[in-house]
């Protein structure tokens, strides 16, 4: 059950973020990246990859396990930026995303919950 409300989220959220950031880079700039990075194509970049992996959730909320390693993906990178992005960031006081940070940090703490290790290993 709960695979199946981390992939209707990234459906709903993912896909938001990655229609927004492909097609509308600088209204993605002000809001998902608040102002922190610049509107450049490297937005866009990163807004294939969030629609990517919502058109890949399409698929794992009708077969849950079978789309597992989507979910690490996410939890990886998520996982990475946050520590090697956000807290130097946050020790330093520099300017940082601070709405996707905390997104980011939730889904790193929900992700391992849900997923299904035994199917998994």
């Not at 102002?35 to 990517?52: A, E, F, P, Q």
């Not at 703490?109 to 997923?115: F, K, V």
């Amino acid at each position: 059950m709960m695979l199946l409300f981390i992939y209707a989220a990234n459906i709903i959220v993912a896909g938001y973020i990655g229609l927004l950031s492909l097609f509308f880079k600088q209204k993605a700039s002000e809001t998902i990246f608040q102002n922190v990075y610049k509107s450049t194509d490297v937005i866009r970049l990163v807004g294939s990859l969030w629609l990517s992996i919502a058109i890949l959730s399409v698929l794992g909320f009708f077969n849950p396990e079978v789309f597992i390693p989507v979910l690490l993906l996410q939890f990886l990178y998520k996982g990475l930026w946050l520590m090697i992005v956000a807290l130097p960031c946050i020790y330093y006081k520099e300017p940082y995303p601070k709405g996707m940070a905390f997104f980011f940090l939730v889904w790193v703490i929900i992700i391992p919950i849900g997923i299904s290790w035994r199917y998994l290993f």
